[in-house]
T-cell receptor, first 110, second 114 residues
Framework: GQQVMQIPQYQHVQEGEDFTTYCNSSTTLSNIQWYKQRPGGHPVFLIQLVKSGEVKKQKRLTFQFGEAKKNSSLHITATQTTDVGTYFCGLTGNNRKLIWGLGTSLAVNP | DGGITQSPKYLFRKEGQNVTLSCEQNLNHDAMYWYRQDPGQGLRLIYYSQIVNDFQKGDIAEGYSVSREKKESFPLTVTSAQKNPTAFYLC?????????????FGPGTRLTVL
């Protein structure tokens, strides 16, 4: 069955440093979604990627979908303390079922 | 104001008691989901429902039960058979049951069993 790996599990950065989390699938995906969960909060949808090689930006966040549609990344430029939280990827394969990554927890030192 | 509500935010129960967690949505979504979240374990699917009066087991359904009598409501009962019920429980909904739909989450219920 479809397996998903999200790395790293934890990341600690100084404010102003960049941050990247990666999601890798064992099978080809139909789409990928990214969510953010603040400490003590609930996951909130950030973006969905559908096309091979797609790149989308939201201010300091850049989302990429791999050419083979098997991996994706979320990159944050110049992190701020407001970026603290856990970032989850949700992957959908040809069976139309959503599989969640385990998340990457980001801590930012001011 | 549309969204998903879960109540209560914090819940304490004695071991051996069943407890029901509430989830209501006014987004007119067909699909609803229950997840359990433990530290470092991500989101694990307990049950989901794609339509009223129908639901399916997720990956960790043992010790839990649900009902979907109304489109807006999807309550979760944590039974005494659940061995480690202390966790953060999240309810979500989506327009349909397709994995490509955005899921909207409620604020969660933190259950502690003493």
């Amino acid at each position: 069955g479809q397996q998903v790996m999200q790395i790293p599990q934890y990341q600690h950065v100084q404010e102003g440093e960049d941050f990247t989390t990666y999601c890798n699938s064992s099978t080809t995906l139909s789409n990928i979604q990214w969510y953010k969960q603040r400490p003590g909060g609930h996951p909130v949808f950030l973006i969905q990627l559908v096309k091979s090689g797609e790149v989308k930006k939201q201010k300091r966040l850049t989302f990429q979908f791999g050419e083979a549609k098997k991996n994706s990344s979320l990159h944050i430029t110049a992190t701020q303390t407001t970026d603290v939280g856990t970032y989850f990827c949700g992957l959908t394969g040809n069976n139309r079922k959503l599989i969640w990554g385990l998340g990457t927890s980001l801590a930012v030192n001011p | 104001d549309g969204g998903i509500t879960q109540s209560p935010k914090y819940l304490f129960r004695k071991e051996g008691q069943n407890v029901t967690l509430s989830c209501e949505q006014n987004l007119n979504h067909d699909a609803m989901y229950w997840y359990r979240q433990d530290p470092g374990q991500g989101l694990r699917l307990i049950y989901y429902s794609q339509i009223v009066n129908d639901f399916q087991k997720g990956d960790i359904a043992e010790g839990y039960s649900v009902s979907r009598e109304k489109k807006e409501s999807f309550p979760l009962t944590v039974t005494s058979a659940q061995k480690n019920p202390t966790a953060f429980y999240l309810c979500a909904s989506s327009a349909s049951g397709s994995g490509t739909d955005t899921q909207y989450f409620g604020p969660g219920t933190r259950l502690t069993v003493l």
